[in-house]
T-cell receptor, first 112, second 116 residues
Framework: AQSVTQLDSHVSVSEGTPVLLRCNYS??????LFWYVQHPNKGLQLLLK??????LVKGINGFEAEFKKSETSFHLTKPSAHMSDAAEYFC??????????FGKGTRLHILP | SQTIHQWPATLVQPVGSPLSLECTVE??????LYWYRQAAGRGLQLLFY??????ISSEVPQNLSASRPQDRQFILSSKKLLLSDSGFYLC???????????????FGPGTRLTVL
């Protein structure tokens, strides 16, 4: 079975400090992985995706994620948080049969 | 470029009333289409998905239904709303191609439904 686990439901960081949002997956084959961001009362926007081309994936707004097969992880990072990064973030895995599985989400709070 | 529209943006309905939410996609053809719901404090729940006109798969049994009368139109309906139907409804589309599992979804702006 394939699943995705976001390890923190809430993360708080100060503005200007690094961001780390954790995601672990389980898969019997090389997965397709995505990170989406959702601002309040808005739709989801793609930040980045992993499709087996490169293990370090750069996305929009300074975010990046590293695929680590040995750790079955796809953590999202940003060197310096900005107030506008306050939102909910979803880690998503796409299965071989095209089914899509969402993590439960991590709400990122940015402290001034 | 592709765009996805949802309407209405917000809706307040009494319990027992009918519902119709509409989603349309522009700039692409033969997409996979999805309806999701977000209840307060919960993640995304897949309600329906469609791979083509008239082809609807239901993920969760409930009093909602979906239809796809045209290639780029996806409608979510209910004959009688329940309080538990309140939430944020999101429509999404996704390209089909050989390695479609690598394709991301594109989400609409959502509809906030409040059932009173």
């Amino acid at each position: 079975a394939q699943s995705v686990t976001q390890l923190d439901s809430h993360v708080s960081v100060s503005e200007g400090t690094p961001v780390l949002l954790r995601c672990n997956y389980s898969s019997s084959y090389s997965p397709s992985l995505f990170w989406y961001v959702q601002h309040p009362n808005k739709g989801l926007q793609l930040l980045l995706k992993y499709t087996s081309a490169a293990t370090l994936v750069k996305g929009i707004n300074g975010f990046e994620a590293e695929f680590k097969k040995s750790e079955t992880s796809f953590h999202l990072t940003k060197p310096s948080a900005h107030m506008s990064d306050a939102a909910e973030y979803f880690c998503v895995v796409s299965k071989r049969d095209d089914k899509i599985i969402f993590g439960k989400g991590t709400r990122l709070h940015i402290l001034p | 470029s592709q765009t996805i529209h949802q309407w209405p943006a917000t809706l307040v309905q009494p319990v027992g009333s009918p519902l119709s939410l509409e989603c349309t996609v522009e700039g692409t053809s033969n997409p996979n289409l999805y309806w999701y719901r977000q209840a307060a404090g919960r993640g995304l729940q897949l309600l329906f998905y469609s791979v083509g006109i008239g082809q609807i798969s239901s993920e969760v049994p409930q009093n909602l239904s979906a239809s796809r009368p045209q290639d780029r139109q996806f409608i979510l309906s209910s004959k009688k709303l329940l309080l538990s139907d309140s939430g944020f409804y999101l429509c999404a589309w996704r390209r089909k191609k050989d390695s479609s599992r690598y394709n991301e979804q594109f989400f609409g702006p959502g509809t906030r439904l409040t059932v009173l």
